[in-house]
């Protein structure tokens, strides 16, 4: 059977558990204050350009995002999100749990522009009774989003240009950005980020980790006492050397793995989106990125399922459903060439 | 200078400030424990035709929502509202606060229906992610709602049964509910409220009291220690017998002061809806209660703007927009003759 | 029977009803943005001496505590309190609603001590372990105590030394403030408190409002939002103008009510102490303010009970208990007198 | 150097690491869905002999432990642990941010009794202001203690039988579990905890996995939606398979690789203790597990620093001080051995 669910299938990328198993029996001390945690973070930062940026490493993505927003957001601040953004849809109310509240724009396939939030804040500031709503002070983008579609730098750049002249807090997940960086469509880099948002993640689970989230927050001073408030927040891995492990080995020699992996999950998604193509089956949503959409007849689905898993994207349609396909760094060609086996004809 | 901004403008009915005054220098145990508590409490129950309830006096409607809200749901539930409703709108994140989404149904004109809360719990049971999303657990409802309309008894009924079959509390906010109660429109009575909701609130605060909303919960077992959590919700009055002498005066002989403030609001609001129509102004909702809804060319409205106080409803538009005018059991009939004059005709 | 159980079993000062009846249906907007409200929070304002502040008026004394602690404090930020304080032992985890830790230091008889503090925080330092643990950044103090008694104006500037030289925000609840203030003892002014403290409260419930606490923080950024936040924690009251008719009815003519209701509190109570110690009970607790606590025979108890309620002060014992005896504005000269006769001899 | 600071410092025992390296291109589903984590689970359901409750994998202890108090409570209800207690010391208000408080009772040794909790319960229900505090609702230890002590089963039995009588929920930390139920003085069984217990967890961090803790819940009504609220806490794995495959290598064989780990932690802190002794110190904690207590001059602290590293516990003093030394799974012989060559005579 192939496997197309998620990203997260396999393990992790065979460099890190070689390196795992042969710095098993090291004794390193708790809680992220080892050095292969600090040269993970010292990587990380040189990347960004920022040496005033504070860098966590944290477990896993959920995590990450109400971590984060439930740190840089006060009291009756709320998060404005995409109404397709994990956080509003599959974070099972994470972020509520922290006493914030998700607004949301209507998002185009994932995306949002700089011009609805602008729009959005200034309906807002005209509203006569908006000191008694929660108050926008964050944005939450995907990069890329959950369809696989990424910003251009120049979106990017105006959003970020919105949300400083609104007093909004730029935040980005980046549980997917491996596969973001590395596609040939995108124009963003890390050190763009590090100057674009007030905070933002470099996800591992899904790049080729066992698991890890790398956490960049601008300054300090956005989210005081944050170690104290990871603890608090259940976040805390007691044998942190293994995120730091981890992040060293995907970051070193300029991001060198961690690329690599991003580029095998974007090449395979390229094939496999091909594979449809050459069976007259063009793709739902027009996706540079690991993830790809297609709307089928219920046949084709089934017949497809016969060899491959992958998952419905909403529910099953009486006569044609639209799937997803996600590769990964694990993500082998001759698994893209089975696969093509079996898509039958349009 | 007339106003029709909220129902909430006037002090209290002449009869709870009388009454307030007349007691004032006893001496009564605090915290609700008072006989006037008991009395107004027992009033209620009876109104209700469940003496099973549980009934306790809080003080402002967000308080309530909040206190309700967050005392019968646990962890991961969330609470369906209209989009129009007044705990996703306008609270400040109140019931996010609690740690609780707010899941949203499209409503029209402040309704939603049976039908779409069975196909959004069809939705949800449908989708395979659904251990990743928020837990519908309840449905909130207004009545009137925020645009003054009602719902039927017929279509509470199918509200109420439909939550039954999907496990839902069904919470009904009565802010307004004497203005509903006392509208010729309206088929339900609070003995229906008793049978369908398993949470509700009298409101006091607009309908003629210096504050106050009367909580009904169905059953004890719904909201363990409630009172403990009225405490630690900040919700809890030390000079309770307020609370308790206010209601039993308005509910006491079935209910009749609060009634006949009901009625007044309403009577002033046909009024003031004919003082319109007979100038060729017609309404933008068909409203049965105190609120009342026109689309009006901006310069009529800054014409009577001039004379009256009354809120927009949305942001001004170009050429006309949409206003709310709002009576209470403190309108007189000379303020809507007075107001009559001052609306040009179309 | 005589009532000494709390200072909040009276209604309110007369002169407090007679403006409500007078102005019960004035016509004002609501949430406080009235012209009394205004008045109210000037009048507060010049008698701190500190114009930057922000001033806010609340209904109850948890539901102020818990929203304050909330909005000045992040995170992981806990709130050092006596042992004994109302936040600590009768708020129903009401801070601990909000997500704060309340950290405690022993108290005696109500109060601590800047070098308590100082230790507190030392040893908090000196802690290799202190990034786990909740960060100590404010100091909660309740003038007077839960005992009654006071801090002197030397021990308060020490606390408000302390607090700054290791960052901890000092928040003075001021629940009896009226009788604090107006004892012969106190040699502190709201002038002090406005420059020591980073925010507190005056109370209004137990000095002769219906109910009411009026707020003080130092600065507006020590609490962004603050009137959204009031709104979110359910702590806004819809005619608002009733908090401000109140405080501005007691706060008017240089604090004349506030304090006058005050002194006849203690006046009261010191009456009451002497009543006992001329029957040859000395009291518990050298308290200088409107609660006065004895430890008596069970038999006394008992005796005394037949004609007038008062409050256990923790279990009774076999033989002999700690009871407490509350006066307040409302309590008459010829309470004490009648008191007095039903007092054996020791 | 050596290290004895703590219990986590090594990676995972060797078996683990190797069947993660041969598991690691296998694709499985993720979030816990996979056939490693179901294995996991029925043999630690089958250990605790209760087929009913609800088993599930968490990642590190300070997560497991607010995750799981924050399902079980509700609203007001709060949680007594020792005042030594991990939730209240060292989790940075992990419990608060959930919103429930914690209360204590003074330890002994780390331990609480069965008549200490009788008189705490006794004491609430006779307070008259009983409804105005956090309702006990649970009772949290640990075991073995953060001092390295265990209770007897007949202790737990009778606080798990007082927990009963006074409808409080038993919860029982095992991030050390590996440590007592291996340790020659420990009567008590996994089967005792499934059948003492409401909730438990046991701890792999500590015991030879990477990371990980396997919660026990007695019966699902506890914690409704525990999943979704286990995805609302930040604390599910993606890559779940890894928890799995990790309790599986330890559960195996009737927790053969658990107990071996579990014993051979022991052992050493036995010898390690043994080597104190012969050199004239005694410990200063009766401890019969991996952890041991010394008060030893600061010269002799000075002189084994030079080669060991371990911890300060409390503050240096003037002439002495009490430190901790801890062993695990992956202390060696022959590091007692060398540790010993270095304490000098006493």
Not at 43 to 61: E, P, V, W
Not at 227 to 236: C, D
Request: glycine fraction near 8%.
């Amino acid at each position: 059977m192939l496997h197309f669910d998620s990203d997260y299938m396999a393990g992790a990328h065979p460099a890190i558990i070689e390196r795992l198993a042969a710095t098993n029996l090291e004794m390193t001390p708790g809680y992220g204050t080892d050095s292969y945690t600090e040269n993970a973070c010292a990587l990380l930062s040189d990347a960004t350009g920022n040496h005033l940026s504070s860098i966590y490493l944290l477990i896993g993505g959920t995590q990450t995002n109400s971590t984060v927003i439930g740190a840089l957001l006060r009291g009756p601040e709320a998060v404005i999100a995409p109404d397709t953004g994990h956080i509003f849809v599959h974070e099972a109310g994470a972020i509520e749990a922290t006493g914030h509240k998700v607004l949301t724009i209507p998002s185009d396939k994932g995306k949002i522009t700089a011009a609805q939030i602008e729009q959005y804040m200034k309906d807002f500031n005209a509203d006569d009774t908006w000191e008694h709503m929660a108050i926008p002070a964050m944005v939450y983008i995907s990069f890329p989003t959950e369809f696989g579609t990424l910003y251009s730098l120049r979106e990017l750049e105006a959003i970020a240009d919105t949300c400083r002249r609104f007093s909004l807090k730029l935040y980005l997940d980046g549980a997917r950005l491996a596969y973001g960086l590395a596609s040939e469509w995108c124009d963003v880099t890390i050190k763009d980020l590090g100057r674009l948002c007030d905070a933002f993640y470099v996800g591992g689970t899904k790049a080729g980790t066992l698991f890890g989230e790398a956490v960049v927050i601008k300054h300090p001073d956005y989210a005081p006492h944050f170690f104290t408030h990871i603890k608090r927040s259940g976040a805390l891995l007691a044998k942190g050397r293994l995120l730091g492990l981890q992040f060293e080995t995907m970051f070193a020699s300029g991001f060198k793995l961690f690329l690599e992996c991003g580029r095998t999950g974007v090449e395979r998604a390229l094939a496999l989106r091909a594979a449809f193509e050459a069976k007259g089956f063009q793709p739902a949503i027009d996706s540079p990125t690991n993830q790809q959409f297609f709307t089928l007849p219920n046949a084709v689905i089934d017949k497809i399922a016969k060899s491959a898993t992958f998952e419905y994207w909403g529910p099953r349609g009486k006569e044609s459903s639209t799937v997803r396909f996600v590769t990964s760094w694990a993500t082998k060609e001759e698994d893209i060439a089975s696969l093509a086996k079996v898509i039958p004809i349009a």
